[in-house]
């Protein structure tokens, strides 16, 4: 327990860390910042400055603070899963850290491609949480909704953990083709996505 806390509070840091950045050219980035961008790498979102250097990586530590959480106290009431606690713990830090320092590049008039390092950022995140997710006990399978037979849950995990890898390869693949193939790619990705969770409820309830 006592690494968990002190993962817990290194990638606590590491999200805040990126503040260091923005504040070191805070007096030169525009009153208004662009925060989200379409397809076509056209802003359609902004927000005030002081919110983006300071506001952002705050929001991101509590959104880390209760995803870490949840799987520490999945953790605590199964068995551990240790590997994709780790993923776990590192994908909001990579998050903020590529997202934030966009967003300042982007606010200085630095040259960024958003589509190449956000495809890059989701695909990672997709392969990565695909790779280990069949590693998680079948307790904490059991506490998500998953059917409780041995066989089937594992089974249920390994169909999931494949679809994640398989459309992260997709995403990064879709790179090469116009924004709109990113966009079918990841559109046909939640549809598989929920197919599947929706075919494991199901057995749970036979």
């Not at 910042?33 to 991101?60: A, E, I, K």
């Not at 209760?66 to 994709?84: F, L």
């Not at 997709?170 to 790179?175: A, G, H």
Request: proline share 6%; hydrophobic share 50%; with cysteine.
């Amino acid at each position: 327990m006592k690494s968990k806390w002190k993962s817990l509070l290194v990638t606590s840091l590491v999200i805040l860390a990126p503040i260091l950045y923005g504040v070191s050219v805070y007096n030169q980035l525009p009153a208004r910042m662009v925060t989200h961008w379409g397809f076509n790498d056209q802003p359609n979102g902004w927000m005030t400055r002081p919110m983006v250097v300071f506001g952002l990586p705050c929001l991101m530590l509590l959104i880390h603070l209760v995803a870490v959480g949840a799987t520490y106290h999945a953790s605590a009431k199964g068995r551990p899963a240790p590997r994709m606690e780790r993923v776990v713990a590192w994908i909001f830090p990579v998050i903020t850290i590529v997202a934030y320092t966009i967003t300042i590049r982007y606010g200085l008039g630095k040259t960024v491609d958003i589509r190449l390092w956000t495809v890059i950022m989701v695909a990672a995140i997709l392969i990565f949480i695909g790779n280990y997710l069949p590693t998680v006990p079948l307790e904490s399978v059991k506490k998500s909704g998953f059917h409780p037979g041995k066989v089937d849950g594992q089974s249920d995990l390994r169909s999931i953990g494949y679809c994640l890898v398989l459309f992260g390869v997709l995403t990064l693949l879709s790179l090469f083709f116009p924004p709109m193939v990113t966009v079918i790619v990841l559109v046909f990705f939640i549809v598989s996505l929920l197919i599947l969770m929706l075919m494991s409820c199901r057995k749970s309830v036979r």
